[in-house]
């Protein structure tokens, strides 16, 4: 079974991810991984490059195109739910998971390691209250097709395993 985690950046994919993995002894896949391992570069440069449009094309090639195991769990890109058919796509192919959580409590998570994260990396810290609200409201559409929505501050992998094997 493919288990995608969707949600805005900070929401814990990655984190939560590597933990289900290993408690549901899945493979785990970070796509954000993957696109830098694929491009020898990081995403923040080839951003700074190739600018947002050739990413978001890039990173649904690399959603839909990527050879997975029959069983893993795939942290995706925050804003890879947003654009083109991906969010089609993840639900005809597997289970989709949101990690929701408040635009302030993001905020409060993004401040150290913004450097990474290009759409953050230039903003002061008032001004990045304001991107993730805005950013959160236009995305939030897409984040709720999600088969299972799951609060991102009382996240435990104990009862993410739970939930996905009662599904199968
Ligand atoms: N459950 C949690 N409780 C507290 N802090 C957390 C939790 N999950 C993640 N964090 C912290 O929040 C930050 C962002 O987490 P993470 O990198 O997993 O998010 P992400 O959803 O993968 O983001 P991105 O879309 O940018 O890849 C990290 O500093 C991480 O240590
Ligand atoms: O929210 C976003 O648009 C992004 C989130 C990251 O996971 C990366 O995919 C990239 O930095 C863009
Ligand atoms: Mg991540």
Not at 60 to 83: H, M, Q, R, V
Not at 117 to 129: C, G, H, I, Q, T
Not at 131 to 138: A, N, P, R, S, V
């Amino acid at each position: 079974m493919k288990i995608f985690l969707i949600g805005f950046m900070g929401c814990g994919k990655s984190t939560m991810g590597k933990k289900l993995a290993v408690k549901l002894g899945y493979d785990f896949i970070d796509l954000d991984h993957q696109i830098e391992k694929n491009l020898g570069t990081t995403i923040t440069a080839y951003f700074a490059e190739n600018g947002e449009e050739a990413f978001r094309k890039l990173e649904s090639e690399t959603l839909k195109n990527f050879d997975y195991p029959s069983n893993a769990i795939i942290a995706t890109g925050g804003g890879a739910p947003c654009f083109f058919d991906n969010m089609d796509w993840m639900n005809a192919n597997g289970l989709s998971i949101y990690i929701e959580m408040s635009a302030a409590a993001l905020a409060k998570r993004l401040e150290s390691g913004k450097e990474k994260r290009p759409l953050l990396k230039d903003l002061s810290e008032a001004e990045m209250v304001r991107f993730i609200e805005d950013k959160l409201t236009e995305r939030e559409r897409f984040y709720k097709r999600a088969g299972v929505t799951v609060n991102g501050i009382s996240l435990s992998a104990d009862a993410m395993r739970a939930m996905i094997l009662s599904r199968q």
